[in-house]
């Protein structure tokens, strides 16, 4: 049974910082690739940031420069620190791995930053 469990989230003010992680089980981690996605209310989903298992990342423009991803693949982990947040960040954050046609998602932690 695959699980993506997401931690981290809560209520942080304008300019501060939050580190969100998502332990991955029942996949062979090591070969996905893994995501982060967020949904503000009345927004569709969108890809912040995603690393693949070469270690290649990408990331949405609105967050480059303030948001980085990495991976521990000895800890089945993904990690995305996120800086310099504003309220705009607000949102459900989703862990999501993916190879091939497989693709599966976390229930979503939310962050709230305050103005």
């Known amino acids: 049974q695959v699980q993506l469990v997401e931690s981290g989230g809560g209520l942080v003010q304008a300019g501060g910082s939050r580190r969100l992680s998502c332990a991955a089980s029942?996949?062979?981690?090591?070969?996905?690739?893994m995501g982060w996605y967020r949904q503000a209310p009345g927004k569709q989903r969108e890809l912040v940031a995603d690393?693949?298992?070469?270690?290649?990342?990408t990331y949405a423009d609105s967050v480059k420069g303030r948001f980085a991803i990495s991976r521990d693949n000895a800890k089945n982990t993904v990690h995305l620190q996120m800086n310099s947040l504003k309220p705009e960040d607000t949102a459900v954050y989703y862990c999501n791995a993916r190879i091939g046609p497989r693709d599966f998602w976390g229930q979503g932690t939310q962050v709230t930053v305050s103005s």
């Open positions: 690393i693949t298992s070469g270690d290649s990342t």
């Open positions: 029942g996949i062979n981690f090591r070969f996905y690739t």
